[in-house]
Nanobody, 129 residues
Framework: QVQLVESGGGSVQDGGTLRLSCGVS????????IAWFRQAPGKAREGVAT????????FYADTVKGRFTISADHAGTTVYLPMTSLILEDTGTYYC??????????????????????WGQGTQVTVAS
């Protein structure tokens, strides 16, 4: 089993910054595809960013490209999501998720939440004007 624990959420002013963290533990064979999702009230869960093998290729949703960056520590135990220039539409619960590669990569269907086996409990991000 793989355990994912998010932290770093909070309330911030429009234009502010936050850094989310996701602690990864459990199985020695940690899935190689790590992603961040978010869900606003009344909306579907949305893929935000993904990376391969704790440092490989990154991919971002158009809504966050240039503002958010996914990264990981060298040990592969923590995945980060620094978020800058936050806007009201970034408000939501942010989740860390993990899965194995699909067709040998982490990009194929990366934005589909039903492709991920492991999930954290989520951390709330609120952006206020």
């Amino acid at each position: 089993q793989v355990q994912l624990v998010e932290s770093g959420g909070g309330s911030v002013q429009d234009g502010g910054t936050l850094r989310l963290s996701c602690g990864v533990s459990g199985s020695a064979n940690t899935p190689k595809c790590i992603a961040w999702f978010r869900q606003a009230p009344g909306k579907a869960r949305e893929g935000v960013a993904t990376m391969y093998n704790f440092g490989g290729n990154h991919f971002y949703a158009d809504t966050v490209k240039g503002r958010f960056t996914i990264s990981a520590d060298h040990a592969g135990t923590t995945v980060y999501l620094p978020m800058t220039s936050l806007i009201l539409e970034d408000t939501g619960t942010y989740y860390c998720a993990a899965r194995g590669p699909l067709f040998g990569n982490c990009i194929t269907r990366w934005e589909r939440s039903d492709e991920y086996r492991y999930w954290g409990q989520g951390t709330q991000v609120t952006v206020a004007s």
